[in-house]
């Protein structure tokens, strides 16, 4: 079955330090991507998606390129801030759509 | 808008004692999840709607009940709380259209049963 494997945490960088959660998946068809974080006693939110082969989604500093011929979406950043520390989850929409295949999370903790 | 929210925040319950998490969401969405989170097992699936009136077990359904009445609210019961149903809860809500939809999630639950 379909399935998400992302790096085990906890992460640990201090300010600055460049940023990468590797994420790889296995499916069926062709998936949508996306990448989840959740900050401190709060829900999960949205951090970025891609939808199809090669695409690229960012936000706030974030990317991660969908890569077909490796089946990941490794999540990047050039230079954290202490305020990036949070749950940071993978997880992949089967065609389907009935329910996201999720990574177990990684813990990144960014130092001052 | 006030998305997905839930009732109550926190609560403590003794074993064998039964009690609802309320879900509601406003933005008119057809699917709705409800989700548990331990320490090192990420999010798992306990059970989920594809339309009011529907429901469907996911990974870990066993000791929840759960009724999708109106579209707009999704309830978990558990029936006889135990100890390993300590944990924090999650209500999510997608429009469902599309593989592409995100879903989105309420704040949390924090369940203790002692």
């Known amino acids: 079955g379909d399935s998400v494997t992302q790096m085990e945490g906890p992460v640990t960088l201090s300010e600055e330090a460049f940023l990468t959660i590797n994420c790889t998946y296995t499916a069926t068809g062709y998936p949508s991507l996306f990448w989840y974080v959740q900050y401190p006693g709060e829900g999960l939110q949205l951090l970025l998606k891609?939808?199809?082969a090669d695409d690229k989604g960012s936000n706030k500093g974030f990317e991660a390129t969908y890569r077909k011929e490796t089946t990941s979406f490794h999540l990047e950043k050039g230079s954290v801030q202490v305020s990036d520390s949070a749950v940071y989850f993978c997880a992949l929409s089967p065609p389907d759509r009935r329910k996201l295949i999720w990574g177990l999370g990684t813990s990144l903790a960014v130092n001052p | 808008n006030a998305g997905v929210t839930q009732t109550p925040k926190f609560r403590v319950l003794k074993t064998g004692q039964s009690m609802t998490l309320l879900c509601a969401q406003d933005m008119n969405h057809e699917y709705m999840y409800w989700y548990r989170q331990d320490p090192g097992m990420g999010l798992r699936l306990i059970h989920y709607?594809?339309?009011?009136?529907?429901?469907a077990k996911g990974e870990v359904p066993d000791g929840y009940n759960v009724s999708r009445l109106k579209k707009q609210n999704f309830l978990l019961g558990l029936e006889s709380a135990a100890p390993s149903q300590t944990s924090v809860y999650f209500c999510a809500s997608t429009a469902g259209t599309s593989q592409h939809n995100e879903q989105f999630f309420g704040p949390g639950t924090r369940l203790t049963v002692l």
């Open positions: 891609a939808t199809k």
């Open positions: 709607s594809v339309g009011e009136g529907t429901t």
